[in-house]
């Protein structure tokens, strides 16, 4: 990968820099006075060589990267951070915030869910109003693959469980731990009378919920 042939490029500009610097030392102890000037050139000229193979790397590299950003498209439930990157407008920030969002949701049923406030918050739950978000102008590059996501069994649920999922804020997540407690769930239309329960937190929720899956 590009990664890896980066990791080569560097190591190898490394060697070479510590091959002259080598080289350079122990001429010090074996030549003569007036021959030092010439060892000093020599190393040098070793120093200018490996940061011109470094740079000719640096440069193959971008060239090959803004290739492979205008074409690429990734699997929004397997790419990491690395190939989220490659898109243009995805920086180490919006990365990390992409994978940790799929994670807490159990994977990504759309591309629109990159635009989710929910991925905007902070850790007291406030939406960041400032923070930077994915514009609709890539979200072509992602597709939604064909892994399952990770399901909640509602009538076994922990109330952490329920808690830590993005779409379900406190009061509601507690009301839906009590609704499994006192009574057998059957399907989505037994929490359309939750109080709190709108049709849009239904609609958002109802592919991470399943009712009689194993535990």
Known sequence: TLHQQAQTNKKQYFDSIGRAKKHYYDSLHIVRRDSL???????????????????????????????????????????????????????????????????????????????????????????IKDSYRVPDSILNHFVIGTEEIRKININHATKKQLLNHPYLHYPLAQKLYELHRNQHIKGIEDLRDIEGMTDDVLDKIAPYLCFDCEK
């Open 37 to 127: 000037h010439q060892v000093y050139e020599q190393f040098w000229d070793s120093i200018h060589q490996a940061d011109s193979m470094w740079w000719d790397s640096i440069r193959q590299e971008r060239k090959s990267l803004r290739s492979i950003k205008k074409d690429t498209v990734l699997n929004l439930n397997t790419a990491d951070t690395t190939e989220l990157k490659w898109i243009v407008g995805i920086g180490s920030a919006t990365a990390r915030r992409i994978v940790h969002y799929r994670e807490q949701l159990g994977g990504f049923v759309s591309v629109h869910q990159l635009q989710d406030d929910e991925m905007y918050k902070d850790a007291y739950g406030h939406v």
